[in-house]
């Protein structure tokens, strides 16, 4: 029995040979390298900033008040732990199969396949989310617009924080029809004050994001790049002209009680007229309690900084992976994290953070939109009662999400390719086109996406994104550690910061920066909620099926550690053949 | 140590495969027992961790069971104690028949005052033919709440019951009706009725503000 766990674990840890891998990425034969570092740094900026920025700056600022600005560094550090991590090892195993790779090489195929499984499900739920949240910013840049010449096409209800439920008016449910999943419903109230229930057909919007993103996937990853930079450009002067906006309306008495005490109900601060101290408040103006909401707000613009583990995907595209790839995805970090911070900061600075909590609209409005709501509330950027500062914000949201959706399509490939190529999955899946892609897989990709993000909606599948990319930081981390114990000798252009308290020979035994970076993580992933935890192990069983039942046997490691007996007329043809 | 792939092969793929059901049926009857513990998951009830579930609050007017009629063919006066949200109350002209003759008496005119609460006083003078355009109102606003936090839809509704910026408890509603004929044009002809009359029905009725609980949907962050 032992015998029998022991080849099995000896399977499972079967590692990638180095030398084959960096072979089979600068080969000819391979995917044309056609990125530089400030293609990968536009690649980097368009997967970490889509429209959630434009709405999580507002829920950090009910939970820290102006602490939300040092919230944003907090996220940062345990973001830039794997950032280092990632780059020292796209730096010295420049193969596109980003965290699975490394780890498939720094710790075996049994590893590398559970991250390649949960990275599968992090970009297919990403893009399938991020799909149906273009559909909304879609919607709402096209109801924006709506307003000026039929009124009624935007039915204004409390169901959204907006206010706005797009596309849902009871005269006409047409609309709501053919732009919802047939999961979705809304109920709208008409004219005559009847409820009437609106039910989705198909959401067309998310299907033609979906085909136009795939097909300029599909033209060429340095066309793609051309488009993904239009798109960063475009979306970062958006967020750059509201930071200035929020700016201009800059009041130092804003920051003056940094820390928010309110009654959670009504919203009114414990310092004003009209505090109920017998009612429930939320109060963190003591030292832990605030270091708490720090940290909870920090938890939560985390996940505004997911997306520049996908640049890695691209080291085989790369010019010169070695040098360009911690380039990009160290750059996309600083430049992610200072428009963060800044936009934190210009919001706390332009309105106090008592506006933002509470139930009344008000506050929901200020959550939702809080540029929108901050640009509202002082007039700014207003032309005839048309709001253009809300409609810049809506065009930045769909223009960012637009440019994640590309970025999360291109890295699924991009591992799916990886594990195809090592056998682990169905050959047709690693063939490359005459531009150099692979065009088959992305077609394949684009289709799944479009399907489901078209009938489907995912609820609480949501949150497995988040599982998914905090399970690869960390074993990324991880893997980074052991490779430096295993593999001394390669090459390492980049290398990530280690303060290791204990070495052994010039490895590093106890080392605190990845330690630290691991249990940062690992915070993060227990407190995810019980659902997400128990679908990402049962995700991890059926990863574990398919890998006992196709993966194992198709493995070109393992075929390369145990070649096929030669045939009888094959000896013949070998022994014929002169000694050299 | 075996040199055959097989020999690797199959204790690997029987393991993964035993783990793999495992990870499975150790998981997968449990994720309906706590879907609702995620935050994208849109239930009505909060999840086994009892994490209260943010709802969306849409307020709908409805008019209160107890209404005041007030029939009239000279004054009368109706109330209405409406206990609730208070939403405001309505009248409604339900019937109003004159029988004064044109060219003869000139028609009654009636009068109505709604009171009730702190809100201004709505006046309404009209005769029986322009009764359709006699109806009228005294509105509170919706609630200025648009969120709630409960463990469920029920738990939800109590809490905004409590929530002082609701306006909940009872108010009494006034409708005060008034008729008054002016003198006829000319003196009534021998033979004729020289008095006219009027019936006029007022229908006063409370109304209150109900809460809809619809979860609150989260759309991707990203």
Known sequence: MRDFAGRALTRWGFRKNIDVLLEQASSKHGLAKTLTGANLVMLGVAGIIGGGIFVLIGSGIVQAGVMVVPAFLVAASICAVAGFAYAELAS?????????????????????????????????????????????????????????????????????????????????????????????????????????????????????????????????????????????????????????????????????????????????????????????????????????AVFAAGAIMFFAYIGFDSVSTTAEETKNPKKDLPVGILGSLIISTVLYILAALALVGASHWSMFVGNSAAAQLAVGEPFGFVFEQNHALEVGGFSIGALLVRLGALIGTTSVLLVLILGGVRVFFNMSRDGLLPAWMSR?????????????????????????????????????????????????????????????????????????????????????????????????DKFTLLASITWA???????????????????????????????????????? | MPHERHHHDRPAAILASILGVVAILGTVFFLPTFYCDSPSAQCDTAGPSGKAVDFDVAWAKVDATN??????????????????????????????????????????????????????????????????????????????????????????KESLANDPKVRAGTTTYTLKVTVTRPAGPAPSPIGLPTDATINVTLNLVGQAYEPNLTPHPKEATK
């Open chain 1, 92 to 292: 010295s195993i420049p193969a596109s199969g980003s965290a699975y790779a490394y780890i498939y090489t720094a710790m075996g195929e049994l590893p590398g396949w559970m991250v390649a499984w949960a990275l599968v499900l992090e970009y297919a739920v990403g893009a399938v989310s991020v799909a149906v949240a273009c559909r909304n910013n879609l919607l709402a840049v096209v109801t924006q617009f709506g307003h000026l010449f039929n009124p009624a096409d935007a039915v204004r209800t409390p169901q959204l924080p907006n206010g706005v439920q797009y596309f849902a008016n009871p005269e006409n449910p047409f609309w709501y029809g053919m732009t919802h999943s047939p999961l979705e419903s809304a109920v709208s109230t008409n004219s005559a004050g009847i409820d009437v229930n609106l039910h989705g057909f198909i959401n067309l919007p998310s299907i033609l994001i979906v085909l136009i993103v795939t097909a300029i996937l599909v033209k060429g990853t340095k066309e793609s790049a051309r488009f993904t930079a239009v798109l960063v450009t475009l979306k970062v002067a958006i967020l750059l002209f509201a930071i200035g906006v929020a700016f201009s309306l800059f009041n130092a008495h804003n920051l003056a009680d940094p820390l928010p005490c309110y009654n959670t109900g009504t919203g009114v601060p414990c310092s004003a007229a009209g505090f109920d101290p017998s009612a429930p408040t939320y109060d963190v103006r003591n030292f832990l309690p605030a270091v708490a």
């Open chain 1, 432 to 528: 490359i086109s005459k531009r150099g892609n692979p065009s088959v897989t992305t077609w394949f990709y684009g289709a799944f996406t479009l399907v489901l993000a078209g009938l489907l909606t995912l609820g609480a599948a949501v949150e497995l994104v988040n599982i998914g990319t905090l399970f690869a930081f960390m074993m990324v981390i991880i893997a980074t550690w052991l490779f430096r114990i295993r593999r001394p000798d390669v090459e390492r252009p980049f290398t990530m910061p280690m303060w290791s308290v204990l070495t052994r020979k010039g490895k590093p035994i106890l080392p605190l920066f990845p330690i630290l970076g691991i249990i940062g993580t690992l915070v993060l992933i227990v407190s995810l």
């Open chain 1, 541 to 580: 069983g059926v990863g574990l099926l398919v890998y006992a039942l196709y993966g194992v046997r198709h493995s070109k490691e393992a075929a390369e550690r145990f070649p096929a007996p030669t045939t009888p007329a094959a000896r013949i043809t070998v022994i014929g053949e002169p000694d050299e």
């Open chain 2, 67 to 156: 209404k005041a009629v007030a029939s009239t063919g000279a004054a009368a006066n109706g109330e209405v104690a409406v206990t609730g949200i208070q939403a405001g109350a309505k009248v409604t002209v339900t019937d109003c028949t004159d029988t004064a003759r044109a060219g003869l008496q000139q028609p009654a005119t009636i009068t109505y005052t709604l009171s009730g609460g702190n809100l201004t006083p709505l006046s309404k003078t009209f005769t029986c033919a322009d009764k359709d355009a006699a109806a009228g109102e005294i509105t509170f606003p919706a609630p200025d709440v648009v969120k709630v936090s409960a463990d469920d839809v029920t738990a939800g």
